[in-house]
């Protein structure tokens, strides 16, 4: 799983420095019709050109296609109120495709394989190995599995439904600068919201909590390393207390809302890493 695993370079890496955090959007018009993207872009691409977006960006706006399985998913919330509250082994196995425990079983083999890089890791950021390792499963079955939506695409779209508007206006403008940057252009794909490489950043947090934690001088999601130091640095910055437990009712539990803000998923994690062990 880890072909450019360079743990030499990442320790050498840390500490790190953050790159610019995106500046808030100044909020397009949401649009309840899939026949008013076009002029959603139009004026999405006037905030982007304000907030610095550049040529290479404003043409994969341009490029851009509604994504109709985020559309599909935005407009029936009932799909994602997940299972009751308080179970995260059944959390587990549907999101997982199996049983809880196989999950867990997955997730202490990755662990145990890739020991010393987690280890250097925790050093750096004070985040276990058994809490990325869970996340990383849950989002994308340990690199298994990166999504097919193309990231813009699917950014913008999620950006544009007047439900989700305009809160994720930032990550659609975010997705451009990274387009911009080299770190992904108009055809890379993720997840349906627009969700990035191995651990499903949002391009915003990708900007603001990204690291080149492999030392090949670049921040890139898609590489796993990158990926998981950059889901540490993430936890830290929200708050996450080095050594401290992370079980429901802590801080650090508090802290896992920064990654994903449904209680369920929160759970899933705490129970999956309690039982996975460093």
Known sequence: MFQRLRLAALAAALPILLTAAAQ??????????????????????HDARAQGV????????????????????????????????????????KRSGGSAQGFINQ???????NAALFESIERGYGVPGSILVTIWGLETSWGGYLGQTPIVGG?????????????FEEHAVAALKLVDRGVVDARTRGGPSGELGHMQFLS?????FGVDADGDGRADPYDSVDALASAANMLRQHGWRAGQ??????????????????????????????????
């Open 24 to 45: 808030p959007a100044t909020a397009a018009p949401c649009i309840t019709s899939k026949a008013a993207f076009e002029t959603y872009k139009q004026n999405l691409a």
């Open 54 to 93: 550049s040529q290479r960006g404003l043409e994969a706006l341009r490029a851009a296609r509604l994504s109709d399985l985020t559309w599909r998913f935005e407009s029936n919330p009932a799909s994602q109120t997940g299972v009751s509250q308080g179970d995260p082994a059944t959390f587990l196995a």
């Open 107 to 113: 997730a202490r083999g990755q662990l145990g394989r």
């Open 155 to 167: 950014a913008v779209t999620l950006a544009s439904y007047c439900r989700r508007h305009p809160r």
């Open 204 to 208: 915003g947090n990708w900007l603001r």
């Open 245 to 278: 437990p992370f079980g429901e009712g802590t801080a650090n539990f508090a802290v896992l809302s920064a990654w994903n803000d449904s209680g369920n998923y929160q759970r899933a994690i705490a129970y999956a890493a309690e039982r996975i062990g460093n």
